[in-house]
């Protein structure tokens, strides 16, 4: 059977799991860019976070029901629609995923070409299901970072490549007032303790007096009723609304993104020694941005080690923290040096990145 005409180029984005739609836009950007008929298969919370919907060549939607039953018709459906459409290319924007497994349960057609990302590269040498269900089908995957490539590479037989997702659709600009001697420092994403170390961070506020032009940007919903802990930390710092501001509801998109192009330094504020979730095999979505926006990132001083970091990054150590947040107010030269640095460097230019890209999928 074939699946397209070969005139035509089709591939069908899946995003099952309602995670990671900031992936999607620059792939979608890529794919669009050099004559793919696009479709995207995701749910519908994903959905609500497209903005290219005019570009896609088809699309179907799912709710986010996890139930069984609603599993089984899913994959039905998706299988149906892959068949229907003559799409002979999948790339998995969220592998590692139960509904995912499931989905491989029943045999794709070995003319399809399937790609997949991994946001967790330790589930190539500690996944089940991806060694055992989903690799059997699906042989490639790309991983988020040169690092977790260069690290796991060795210890796996499938095919990796790297993917940087810095592509982000254009935003209408927010009227939001920064004075010309202010520094912001940006915490992108939701306030969550268990992701991140608000605690460590605030505690050290307790302790150290923060530079009066110094404002910390947590760009995410903050939701006292969920960690009431942050909220007390917060509020005995004495500078919410003055130097760190919060959100309480989910930060639009030209919100979230007027926020950044207006940044001076991006922060993950992730530990790796104290965070259970990132360890040493996750980025945070703060990396892509910075790579997009050419700012740079400050980040714990343990990630030196991170090849995607260097020439893109100032280091600290997190007990030192607010010394360090008070000394590059001081070094703003510096700072504007390795934006330029950044701007200039081959790594994060769109030909070099869309060429890896398009070259892996077709593998």
Same mark, same amino acid.
């Given at each position: 059977?074939?699946?397209?005409?070969?005139?035509?180029?089709?591939?069908?984005?899946?995003?099952?799991?309602?995670?990671?739609?900031?992936?999607?836009?620059?792939?979608?950007?890529?794919?669009?860019?050099?004559?793919?008929?696009?479709?995207?298969?995701?749910?519908?919370?994903?959905?609500?976070?497209?903005?290219?919907?005019?570009?896609?060549?088809?699309?179907?939607?799912?709710?986010?029901?996890?139930?069984?039953?609603?599993?089984?018709?899913?994959?039905?459906?998706?299988?149906?629609?892959?068949?229907?459409?003559?799409?002979?290319?999948?790339?998995?924007?969220?592998?590692?995923?139960?509904?995912?497994?499931?989905?491989?349960?029943?045999?794709? /057609?070995?003319?399809?070409?399937? +790609? @997949?990302? =991994?946001?967790?590269?330790? #589930?190539? &040498?500690?996944?089940?299901? *991806?060694?055992?269900?989903?690799g059997k089908r699906m042989q490639k995957?790309?991983?988020?970072?040169?690092?977790?490539?260069?690290?796991?590479?060795?210890?796996?037989?499938?095919?990796?490549?790297?993917?940087?997702?810095?592509?982000?659709?254009?935003?209408?600009?927010?009227?939001?007032?920064?004075?010309?001697?202010?520094?912001?420092?940006?915490?992108?994403?939701?306030?969550? /303790?268990?992701?991140?170390?608000? +605690? @460590?961070? =605030?505690?050290?506020?307790? #302790?150290? &007096?923060?530079?009066?032009? *110094?404002?910390?940007?947590?760009?995410?919903?903050?939701?006292?009723?969920?960690?009431?802990?942050?909220?007390?930390?917060?509020?005995?710092?004495?500078?919410?609304?003055?130097?760190?501001?919060?959100?309480?509801?989910?930060?639009?998109?030209?919100?979230?993104?007027?926020?950044?192009?207006?940044?001076?330094?991006?922060?993950?504020?992730?530990?790796p020694y104290r965070d259970g979730f990132y360890r040493d095999s996750?980025?945070?979505?703060?990396?892509?941005?910075?790579?997009?926006?050419?700012?740079?990132?400050?980040?714990?001083?343990?990630?030196?080690?991170?090849?995607?970091?260097?020439?893109?990054?100032?280091?600290?150590?997190?007990?030192?923290?607010?010394?360090?947040?008070?000394?590059?107010?001081?070094?703003?030269?510096?700072?504007?040096?390795?934006?330029?640095?950044?701007?200039?460097?081959?790594?994060?230019?769109?030909?070099?990145?869309?060429?890896?890209?398009?070259?892996?999928?077709?593998?």
């Amino acid at each position: 059977m074939t699946y397209e005409n070969k005139s035509e180029k089709s591939v069908a984005l899946l995003e099952l799991g309602a995670a990671h739609a900031e992936c999607l836009h620059t792939q979608i950007h890529y794919l669009t860019s050099n004559g793919y008929r696009v479709h995207l298969i995701c749910d519908n919370i994903t959905w609500t976070r497209i903005k290219e919907t005019n570009l896609l060549a088809g699309v179907q939607i799912h709710s986010a029901d996890n139930s069984l039953f609603h599993q089984f018709a899913l994959l039905l459906k998706i299988h149906f629609y892959i068949r229907q459409q003559r799409i002979s290319r999948l790339v998995f924007n969220t592998t590692e995923i139960n509904v995912v497994r499931n989905l491989f349960l029943i045999s794709f /057609p070995k003319i399809l070409n399937i +790609t @997949g990302i =991994l946001h967790n590269a330790e #589930k190539l &040498v500690d996944g089940r299901s *991806i060694r055992y269900i989903v690799g059997k089908r699906m042989q490639k995957f790309f991983l988020l970072s040169e690092y977790l490539k260069e690290k796991f590479e060795p210890l796996t037989d499938f095919k990796l490549s790297v993917f940087y997702p810095v592509y982000f659709p254009p935003f209408t600009i927010c009227p939001i007032e920064k004075s010309t001697d202010e520094f912001w420092i940006t915490i992108p994403g939701g306030v969550n /303790p268990t992701r991140k170390d608000y +605690t @460590g961070l =605030l505690t050290c506020l307790l #302790k150290e &007096v923060l530079h009066p032009k *110094i404002k910390l940007i947590f760009l995410g919903a903050s939701d006292a009723r969920i960690y009431p802990e942050i909220d007390a930390l917060l509020a005995q710092t004495k500078l919410r609304e003055t130097q760190i501001l919060t959100f309480t509801g989910f930060v639009e998109y030209d919100v979230f993104h007027s926020y950044i192009a207006k940044s001076d330094l991006i922060m993950p504020l992730i530990h790796p020694y104290r965070d259970g979730f990132y360890r040493d095999s996750r980025i945070s979505g703060a990396f892509n941005l910075s790579f997009a926006y050419k700012i740079p990132l400050l980040v714990e001083e343990s990630m030196q080690k991170w090849t995607d970091l260097q020439g893109a990054a100032f280091y600290y150590r997190a007990e030192n923290i607010v010394q360090v947040f008070n000394s590059l107010i001081e070094r703003k030269l510096e700072v504007e040096q390795m934006k330029k640095t950044m701007a200039q460097d081959c790594r994060w230019k769109e030909e070099h990145l869309m060429r890896k890209y398009l070259e892996f999928i077709e593998l």
